[in-house]
């Protein structure tokens, strides 16, 4: 099955489908207030993201405050910087880069 990169106004989800009409389905039953404004089929099976393009220098642990604030969020990542600057007092920049790096290790 292939791997699908679907791209919507406010997210990025990457996702196995049969084909480009269940990779839409994919966004119209998890998010069905948005559109995909961009569905691309992968090359290959897996999906690799560079830690140093996100920022993120040596060991990078899950933080369980940025995963409560995803889930809060419903995987809302603008909604889940929010909750996580309120959290932690932390600026833009730092709560940006934990909530994306948590994304990119599963949440």
């Keep these: 099955m292939p791997l699908f990169e679907i791209e919507t106004d406010a997210h990025i989800i990457i996702t196995w489908a049969q084909d480009d009409e269940a990779a839409v389905g994919v966004v119209e039953n998890t998010y069905p207030t948005e559109n995909a404004i961009r569905i691309t089929k992968r090359p290959r099976d897996t999906w690799v993201i560079s830690k140093s393009a996100l920022g993120i220098k040596g060991p990078a642990d899950p933080c369980n405050v940025a995963r409560d604030c995803l889930a ?7 909604q889940a910087i929010r909750l996580y600057m309120q959290h932690t007092g932390a600026d833009l920049e730092h709560s940006r880069k934990v909530i994306e790096s948590n994304m990119v290790m599963g949440w």
């Design 72 to 78: 809060k969020a419903s995987g809302d990542k603008l």
